[in-house]
Antibody
């Protein structure tokens, strides 16, 4: 069974970097596409970007200068780094696997940006 | 960016009755390959989103056949027949045609 699990700090200070890990079991990240999606308070959902089976990436242009998605295939993990965060980045962050849509999601990690 | 507009933003349904949620895209989601890249997700209370429908009308694995998707190039409908208590949550449409992939604002379904 495919399972995804996000991990990382729940509180980040403004201007710092947000770093999250998605650990995948039951499926190799060297297949398909693996993305990050966030849900803001108030229910708005935003696609942030993905890393492909080959390691290529695609990012939401609204985040392009601040975001980086990388991976460690030996650990079957992929990572999100978002730089220069503000309170507007407070959200629940999900990692998800894409195959004919986002068909597997992690449980989500709530990240608050606050001093 | 492709804007996805959902209606209504909330709906109250009697169990056993049907419900429909609409989604309109600001650009055609029909690719030249014949595939329409619209998807439907449900986020149940306290849970992660789950995929219901992919490519406009295809039922995702494990999803009851009470759910169905239909539409044209820019107008899409999710229909739930015989609504059950487990269907409560927020429904989102989304597009995977072009970057940035975008979602609708969500439709909250409650029971009467």
């Amino acid at each position: 069974e495919v399972q995804l699990q996000e991990s990382g700090p729940g509180l980040v200070k403004p201007s710092q970097s947000l770093s999250l890990t998605c650990s995948v079991t039951g499926y190799s990240i060297t297949s398909n596409y693996w993305g990050w999606i966030r849900k803001f308070p108030g229910n708005k959902m935003e696609w942030m970007g993905y890393i492909s089976y080959s390691g290529s990436t695609s990012y939401n242009p609204s985040l392009k200068s601040r975001i980086s998605i990388t991976r460690d295939t030996s650990k079957n993990q992929f990572f999100l780094q978002l730089n220069s965060v503000t309170t507007e980045d407070t959200a629940t962050y999900y990692c998800a696997k894409t195959y004919y849509g986002y068909n597997y999601w992690g449980q989500g990690v709530m990240v608050t940006v606050s001093s | 960016d492709i804007v996805m507009t959902q209606a209504p933003l909330s709906v109250s349904v009697t169990p056993g009755e049907s419900a429909s949620i609409s989604c309109r895209s600001s650009k055609s989601l029909l690719h030249s390959n014949g595939i329409t890249y619209v998807y439907w997700y449900l986020q149940k209370p306290g849970k992660s989103p789950q995929l219901l429908i992919y490519r406009m009308s295809n039922l995702a694995s494990g999803v009851p056949d009470r759910f169905s998707g239909s539409g044209s190039e820019t107008d899409f409908t999710l229909k739930i027949s015989r609504v059950e208590a487990e269907d409560v949550g927020i429904y989102y449409c989304g597009q995977l045609l072009e970057n940035p992939y975008t979602f609708g604002a969500g439709t909250k379904l409650e029971l009467k």
